[in-house]
């Protein structure tokens, strides 16, 4: 495993990090998921990416239990807030703040995390009063940094201009072959100031794995077939995207690579990309993508890539 600096923080992160989006508690059963956990350690994946309002709670507290016993400055853990936990428990005022980062931190069976994220921007609370709170958590050890997921260049121009609290170190945008957007203002703005990108859904939820033939039915085990999981596999189960991702593989296996491998090493092209969030219901998924991070790709093959993917987003 190789690691990155993230942001202008102190945390050095894996390049492959864990996530636990519709998997660990709510897709995936528990021991599955506890095996899994322990083996990204096992393999050097020390940053683990998880969220309150995944499964409601459901995935902090199977990611605590998978994590008890583990010394603490062995790996480098990261939730949000933001979304509807019940009871009008939403969104990122002062009150919310303080409420579910305590919450969040007895399901992880955790003092601390080491990175605390905004999941959306909340137009319903003053930028100031949630990064007031923010900091507030900072300064009382409950998180060591913060971040942000989807903001809009404007809601990070206008934090940053927030004089006296803490600054963000980190971006969590959706980013991948099939999904560029970040590449046009959100990387340029934060790698000017000291904000790293955690991306998710580098894989296009699986697609550019490959796995999925345009012709056929999906794997029985994959998540297109799950009912748990299927409903956000539907942008990218179009024909026009499951073409292409069968065309890049033959530019995989000239790079000597998975298509999976091939489509994460292209991510981490990116010098403003810390980390790639991967899931995963079996160990041996986290051993193919952690190889990624050995590939040397001839560019000329990106480019190849890239133009199929560009025509796959035209015609969807």
């Known amino acids: 495993?190789?690691?990155?600096?993230?942001?202008?923080?102190?945390?050095?992160?894996?390049?492959?990090?864990?996530g636990s989006w519709l998997t660990y508690g709510v897709g995936v059963e528990?021991?599955?998921?506890?095996?899994?956990v322990h083996h990204a350690l096992d393999i050097g994946i020390t940053?683990?990416?998880?969220?309150?309002?995944?499964?409601?709670?459901?995935?902090?507290?199977?990611?605590?239990?998978?994590?008890?016993?583990?010394?603490?400055?062995?790996?480098?853990?990261?939730?949000?807030?933001?979304?509807?936990?019940?009871?009008?428990?939403?969104?990122?005022s002062r009150a919310q703040v303080f409420k579910q980062i305590d919450a969040s931190l007895k399901r992880l069976r955790t003092d601390y995390v080491d990175l605390y994220q905004c999941h959306r921007?909340?137009?319903?609370?003053p930028l100031e009063e949630t990064m007031e709170a923010l900091s507030e958590v900072v300064r009382s050890g409950k998180a060591r940094w913060i971040g942000f997921s989807e903001w809009s260049p404007q809601n990070?121009?206008?934090?940053?201009?927030?004089?006296g609290v803490e600054k963000f170190v980190s971006s969590q945008p959706q980013y991948s072959l099939m999904w560029r957007r970040p590449e046009k203002e959100v990387i340029p703005l934060c790698a000017a100031n000291g904000?790293?990108?955690?991306?998710?859904?580098?894989?296009?939820?699986?697609?550019?794995?490959?796995?999925?033939?345009?012709?056929?039915?999906?794997?029985?085990?994959?998540?297109?077939?799950?009912d748990a999981m299927s409903g956000s596999m539907t942008a990218w189960m179009r024909r026009p995207v499951l073409e292409a991702a069968q065309a890049m593989k033959p530019l995989a296996a000239e790079a000597g690579l998975s298509l999976a491998q091939f489509a994460?090493?292209?991510v981490l092209r990116e010098p403003n990309v810390a980390s790639a969030i991967v899931g995963a219901s079996r160990p041996e998924q986290l051993d193919e993508n952690a190889a990624a991070v050995e590939a040397r790709v001839d560019p000329a093959l990106f480019a190849k890539a890239e133009a199929i993917a560009a025509g796959a987003r035209e015609a969807n």
Not at 121 to 125: E, M, Q
Not at 156 to 163: C, H, S, V, W, Y
Not at 198 to 221: E, F
């Open 1 to 18: 495993m190789r690691y990155r600096q993230l942001g202008s923080s102190d945390l050095k992160v894996s390049e492959i990090s864990l």
């Open 30 to 36: 528990r021991d599955k998921a506890v095996r899994c």
């Open 47 to 92: 940053f683990i990416d998880t969220a309150n309002v995944y499964g409601r709670g459901a995935a902090e507290e199977v990611l605590g239990q998978a994590l008890d016993g583990v010394p603490r400055d062995s790996y480098v853990m990261a939730t949000k807030l933001f979304g509807d936990m019940g009871g009008g428990d939403k969104g990122l």
């Open 121 to 125: 921007y909340d137009p319903d609370t």
């Open 156 to 163: 990070i121009r206008d934090a940053l201009a927030i004089p």
């Open 195 to 226: 904000i790293s990108q955690i991306v998710w859904s580098p894989l296009a939820q699986g697609v550019l794995t490959g796995k999925y033939d345009p012709d056929a039915p999906p794997p029985a085990d994959s998540r297109a077939a799950s």
């Open 264 to 266: 994460l090493a292209w």
